[in-house]
């Protein structure tokens, strides 16, 4: 396999203050350090932090959204809610379950993008105008409720072996049964850092414990969404987010 060294960046994701510094060549000429790259549709940063893709999603969503105004100003209603669900929503939720953020200005960030697509459905942008109730006439649910739906449905899918991705050593399945955990709990795992407490597991595993233990029986994927999700929209509105 040949490798063209200008179309390749070397980045060092490191906790060290000072990193050690190696220089990367390929047939002789030196890789160019990067501090983010885009792999497989997510920005990757050297902080392992979300702010860069997180810009990158709703700057192209907001792209995608203004084409649909310019070319569907004049349609109905659900055309438009349609056209938003089909063109803009999975920009902003493209692999969800591995870069949930948790500042919530990102979270805030994301919103606003379909906040606006509720005012572009209405045609509405007076100020006055209550966004929230365009959105409960919509019954479109919050982007954190189904990003954490998302990641729900991704460790469902470990969990019954749906995907071929296996659970990492840390995840254990939890030696007592509590009052509050299901038949399939597993134990919580107890971070350092932000950065890994709001990883995939570590993050998803505490909401996992919490739904009943019906649900993470269902037989099917859309099944066990069909009883999670009401249970979800209680979990998202709990301020969980931090303030950078």
């Given at each position: 396999?040949?490798?063209?060294?200008?179309?390749?960046?070397?980045?060092?994701?490191?906790?060290?203050?000072?990193?050690?510094?190696?220089?990367y060549?390929?047939?002789?000429?030196?890789?160019?350090?990067?501090?983010?790259?885009?792999?497989?549709?997510?920005?990757?940063?050297?902080?392992?932090?979300?702010?860069?893709?997180?810009?990158?999603?709703?700057?192209s969503?907001?792209?995608?959204?203004?084409?649909?105004?310019?070319?569907?100003s004049?349609?109905?209603s659900?055309?438009?809610?349609r056209?938003?669900?089909?063109?803009?929503?999975?920009?902003?939720?493209?692999?969800?379950?591995?870069?949930?953020?948790?500042?919530?200005q990102?979270?805030?960030?994301?919103?606003?993008?379909?906040?606006?697509?509720?005012?572009?459905?209405?045609?509405?942008?007076?100020?006055?105008?209550?966004?929230?109730?365009?959105?409960?006439?919509?019954?479109?649910?919050?982007?954190a409720?189904?990003?954490?739906?998302?990641?729900n449905?991704?460790?469902?899918?470990?969990?019954?072996?749906?995907?071929?991705?296996?659970f990492?050593?840390t995840?254990?399945?939890?030696?007592?049964?509590?009052?509050?955990?299901?038949?399939?709990?597993?134990?919580?795992?107890?971070?350092?850092?932000?950065?890994?407490?709001?990883?995939?597991?570590?993050?998803?595993?505490?909401?996992w414990?919490?739904?009943?233990?019906?649900?993470?029986?269902?037989?099917?994927?859309?099944?066990?969404?069909?009883?999670?999700?009401?249970?979800?929209?209680?979990?998202?509105?709990?301020?969980?987010?931090?303030?950078?």
């Amino acid at each position: 396999m040949c490798f063209n060294a200008g179309k390749c960046e070397a980045l060092s994701i490191t906790r060290k203050t000072k990193p050690f510094n190696y220089t990367y060549e390929v047939d002789g000429q030196r890789i160019q350090k990067s501090s983010n790259h885009k792999y497989l549709g997510v920005t990757i940063t050297n902080q392992l932090d979300w702010k860069a893709h997180v810009q990158n999603v709703t700057a192209s969503a907001r792209s995608t959204l203004g084409v649909l105004r310019r070319n569907l100003s004049s349609c109905p209603s659900q055309v438009k809610s349609r056209a938003y669900q089909a063109l803009v929503r999975p920009n902003l939720e493209y692999a969800s379950a591995a870069w949930n953020p948790y500042v919530k200005q990102q979270v805030n960030a994301l919103e606003a993008v379909q906040r606006q697509a509720a005012r572009f459905v209405y045609n509405n942008y007076e100020r006055q105008a209550s966004v929230t109730q365009m959105l409960q006439r919509l019954e479109w649910d919050s982007l954190a409720t189904r990003r954490l739906l998302n990641q729900n449905t991704m460790f469902f899918k470990i969990h019954h072996g749906l995907v071929n991705i296996p659970f990492p050593s840390t995840v254990l399945p939890s030696v007592r049964q509590g009052r509050a955990c299901n038949i399939y709990s597993y134990q919580a795992i107890q971070p350092r850092v932000n950065t890994y407490r709001y990883s995939f597991f570590v993050r998803t595993i505490p909401v996992w414990n919490r739904l009943p233990s019906p649900v993470v029986s269902s037989l099917t994927v859309r099944h066990f969404q069909a009883l999670a999700l009401p249970l979800l929209r209680d979990m998202a509105t709990t301020p969980t987010h931090q303030s950078l």
